[in-house]
């Protein structure tokens, strides 16, 4: 997307987190499939319960969890805490999903330097198609040798879906990586993008240019509510106000998400001009609006 484009969206939802990158419940339920597996020390050693610890493969990984807490451990040796990262070894890669998207960050933390990884790993709150993706933090880039691990078959999310990391066996650097995730009902995202973007509720529907109350009706039948708006001159879109309420006959420009269920839009008296409404077309792949 454009410069003109970023200044458009920043105007109509400011940044409320760590950046935008293009990013489940699939995804998920991929992750969760796989569940620790206990085994036992030989006889002659007092008997422990070890369990599998799974690692962050760290660029674009998939926030997937089951609640971090306690099952039933082996006759005999009572509960056993569930491991908040699936963590294993392949092909000289640590292969990292995310188990518990929940968790306190001390704990995915933990668990990678018990392997030898100077890795923070955080999960926020993210609009759908940020769900699962590896976000900017602070605008530093992720390492390169950090791999992603992506689904196979068809994807709706900006950038692809990534189920996983993968982290080279012996990786002396450290580095901090934000991860996003279906937000709680009531909720604020954390890291959002364009309303309009692939996996988000307005993706090639045609939108920019109708007025609120046509606007307002398109987001109704998404279960949406609009909570607010951004009034600002399209081609001035860093000198902008927000509004409680504005005209029903104002034009929208643009608008993301703010939590589930609700979005700010961002609306002039005027119509967009014709070549950002273009640019918006071709930058979200869609045939047009």
């Known amino acids: 997307m454009t410069n003109d484009l970023h200044h458009i969206v920043s105007a109509i939802a400011p940044d409320p987190g760590p950046g935008l990158v293009p990013g489940a419940r699939d995804l998920m339920n991929a992750i969760m499939d796989t569940e620790p597996t206990p085994t036992l020390a030989p006889a002659r050693r007092r008997r422990r319960l070890s369990w599998r610890i799974a690692l962050p493969a760290a660029a674009v990984i998939v926030a997937t969890v089951t609640v971090l807490g306690w099952t039933t451990g082996l006759p005999g040796f009572g509960p056993r805490p569930v491991a908040a990262l699936d963590i294993k070894q392949e092909d000289g890669y640590y292969v990292v999903q995310v188990k518990d998207i929940y968790a306190d ?90 309303i309009s973007a692939l996996g988000e509720p307005l993706h090639c529907v045609p939108h920019l240019n109708k007025t609120v109350a046509e606007v307002r009706a398109l987001l109704k039948e998404r279960g949406i509510a609009i909570e607010g708006f951004t009034v600002a001159d399209p081609r001035r879109a860093l000198d902008f106000k927000q509004a409680s309420s504005v005209p029903d006959s104002w034009y929208v420009q643009g608008g993301s998400l703010t939590m589930p269920g609700k979005a700010t839009i961002g609306v002039f008296s005027s119509p967009m001009p014709a070549d950002l409404v273009e640019n918006v077309r071709k930058a979200d792949g869609c045939p047009g609006m």
């Open 105 to 194: 960050p001390e704990n995915y933390e933990a668990q990678l330097r018990a392997v030898g990884l100077d890795l923070s790993l955080r999960v926020i709150p993210a609009t759908p198609g940020l769900v699962g993706h590896v976000l900017a933090t602070n605008g530093k880039k992720v390492d390169d040798r950090i791999k992603t691990i992506d689904q196979s078959g068809p994807c709706d999310k900006m950038g692809g879906c990534p189920i996983g990391l993968k982290v080279p066996v012996g990786y002396a650097g450290s580095a901090y990586i934000t991860l996003g995730r279906e937000a709680k009902p009531g909720e604020s995202f954390q890291s959002t993008t364009s």
